[in-house]
């Protein structure tokens, strides 16, 4: 595809209910990451997967989130037991190279908000 | 650990010139970038700087200055268009792996 693309755009979910956020990223790119933005903050880095390498997981904030990565394509971020404090904004990037420093290509966004 | 500081907000007029200075402490660091966030959008890059000096880019310039552990965007003959968050993010080598981490941002106002 031509960019980064995010499913759902929008996902309004009840406390306590189990969420997975779907992120494509371009086709190629050996990088890809996940971050959170809460209302007019910056961006939280929440984990980062390069190529076949283990991924990255420290900036999970708790063992309700995890993510996996699929045939180093598309990335799959699960929240169990939603609570109200993992509204926010979840951001999923990619880039070509081994991250860092190389350009990264965000996409649209999931907008979570948990009642 | 790592810090970046950044202004939170600047406001400055139409056509004029602003600089958004970044901070930035950190262990293994290997380059400075900058994004443009709009309001309800995605963060999109705009520089990078691996070595000190300064990076133009049309009417965006981007400065770094390792020794200083600081750098500075600087974007001239402003448009309304630039109202946005801009963000600086320090790149570092971490246990063999680069990482980006991301400064708070800076909002900035552009009035007529």
């Known amino acids: 595809g031509a960019g980064v693309s995010q499913s759902p755009s929008n996902k309004v979910t009840e406390k306590g209910k189990d969420v997975e956020l779907r992120c494509d990223p371009i086709s190629g790119h050996t990088a890809l990451y996940w971050y959170r933005q809460s209302l007019g903050q910056g961006l939280e880095f929440l984990i980062y997967?390069?190529?076949?390498?283990?991924?990255?997981k420290s900036g999970l904030p708790s063992d309700r989130f995890s993510a996996e990565r699929t045939g180093g394509s598309v990335s799959t971020l699960t929240i169990q037991r939603t609570q109200q404090e993992d509204s926010a904004v979840y951001l999923c990037a990619s880039s070509l190279g081994a991250g860092g420093g190389e350009t990264q290509y965000f996409g649209p966004g999931t907008r979570l908000l948990v009642l | 650990g790592q810090s970046l500081e950044q202004p939170s907000e600047v406001t400055a007029v139409e056509g004029a010139i602003v600089q958004i200075n970044c901070t930035y402490q950190?262990?293994?660091?290997?380059?400075l970038s900058w994004y443009q966030q709009h309001d309800g959008g995605a963060p999109t890059f705009l520089s990078y700087?691996?070595?000190?000096g300064l990076e133009e880019t049309g009417r965006f310039s981007s400065f770094l200055s390792r020794s200083d552990s600081y750098g500075y965007l600087l974007l001239q003959e402003l448009q309304m268009k630039d109202s946005a968050s801009y963000f600086c993010?320090?790149?570092?080598?971490?246990?063999?792996?680069?990482?980006?981490?991301f400064g708070s941002g800076t909002r900035l106002q552009v009035q007529p």
């Open positions: 950190t262990s293994g660091f290997y380059g």
């Open positions: 700087n691996a070595l000190d």
């Open positions: 997967f390069q190529g076949n390498s283990a991924p990255d």
């Open positions: 993010a320090v790149c570092r080598m971490d246990t063999g792996r680069r990482a980006l981490t």
